[in-house]
């Protein structure tokens, strides 16, 4: 009989797309939803929709006891949905995935490149990572639900970066460069934040739906699994350019002080999602039999910019 699996965030495009990658493996796949709308989409899919939100406990304690696999991939920052499905699961020797995100290790560069590289012993008892104190909350999340295997649950952390492709669900693009393309269309000038010699790890979204499949399949998850997941790293300053010569823009790639970049993106996009350094290494990952394949982000770069102008015509 095939594994039942519920995930949440099933219209997003992480979870759409690590859904739809688990269909295609054998698996039921049952995903949360707050819009009726997405039923039939999801349906096509071979996905079922529940409809309801992480406000929900009934609901999630309700699915998660039903699950054979429980997968989180609506939102890194929500503590109260983990502590509902942690308690939920609590002693069921289950399979609990939380999906993280690279920001954990990002800083406040403006644009300035930055040397410290992380691999994902992160959280081991002899690391001295030290997170930006308003990432410490999200770290926290990882850390309790690692924690979570001396309470017999089967607890993985999978921690992307910055995530490009054509994603296989509902939602088929992801926000960084799609922000910074939209952004370009609509001002006609291709920006970066400050220099744009900031660094991010990259990893497309296909790879990253197989990394999902292997920590689910290929880990006894006894002590508890935290993976990173990237292949390759890129400037912004290299996408910029990318996005300007896609879009057939005039002038120059321009720096867009931080602070101006927060009024029109928000704090968190501006700083952390678009200024900041976010260099990873998956180094757990790999031993886990992943092989990622894809290391394209500029090509992906330029495939967004003339789907945004086909958009438009």
Known sequence: ??????????????????ATRLVQAGYKVKGLTRQESNIGKLKALGIEAIIGDLSDAALLSKLANEADIVIDAADSDNEEAVKIFLAALKGSGKVFVHTSGSSIV?????GEPGQNIYDDHLYDANSTFKPDPQKQARVDIDKMVLAAT???????????CLIYGKGSGIKSESQQIPNLANEARQSGVAKCIGRGENIWSTV???????????????????????????????TFKEIAQTIKDALNLKGEVLEWPVEEAIKSLGFGTAVFGLGSNSRIRGIVSRTLGWQPTRNNVLEDARRTCEALVAAAT
């Open 150 to 160: 001396k309470d017999g649950i089967k607890a993985v952390v999978i921690c992307p």
């Open 106 to 110: 990002s800083d406040q560069a403006s």
């Open 1 to 18: 009989m095939a594994k039942q699996v519920f995930i949440t965030g099933v219209a997003g495009f992480i979870g759409g797309s690590v």
């Open 204 to 234: 497309h979204i296909d790879d990253l739906t197989e990394l999902y499949l292997k920590a689910i399949e290929n880990h006894d998850h006894s002590n508890g699994l935290f993976v990173f997941a990237e292949n390759g790293e890129i």
